[in-house]
């Protein structure tokens, strides 16, 4: 089992950037892929980037694809969330998970974050 805890939200005006942090405890970290995932107000949750365990090999969802970057320090058992030109649509809160497949659907992974949210203001 791992626990994971998001960090680094918050408000911001649009064009500007935020990197969430998304702690992990437990297990090997680096035996799981990571991902990102966001809900907003009265929306499914949906995917927004996922990272393999080691050779860092990463997925986008096409909203974010050239704004956002994951990455990971399996070191620090920490993921990133790195989000520039950040939009008013992009306001929700964000996921982190942890599963063994990467992949953009919700029920390949096992663990959650509580959550972060970020706000982005026009």
């Known amino acids: 089992q791992v626990q994971l805890v998001e960090s680094g939200g918050g408000l911001v005006q649009a064009g500007g950037s935020l990197r969430l942090s998304c702690a992990a405890s437990?297990?090997?970290?680096?035996?799981?892929?990571m991902g990102w995932f966001r809900q907003a107000p009265g929306k499914e949750r949906e995917f927004v980037a996922a990272i393999s365990q080691t050779i860092g090999r990463t997925v986008y969802a096409d909203s974010v694809k050239g704004r956002f970057t994951i990455s990971r320090d399996n070191a620090r058992n920490t993921g990133y969330l790195q989000m520039n030109s950040l939009k008013p649509e992009d306001t929700a809160v964000y996921y982190c998970a942890a599963g063994s497949t990467i992949a953009s659907l919700r029920d390949a992974y096992s663990y959650w974050g509580q959550g972060t949210q970020v706000t982005v203001s026009s």
């Open positions: 437990g297990r090997t970290f680096s035996s799981y892929v």
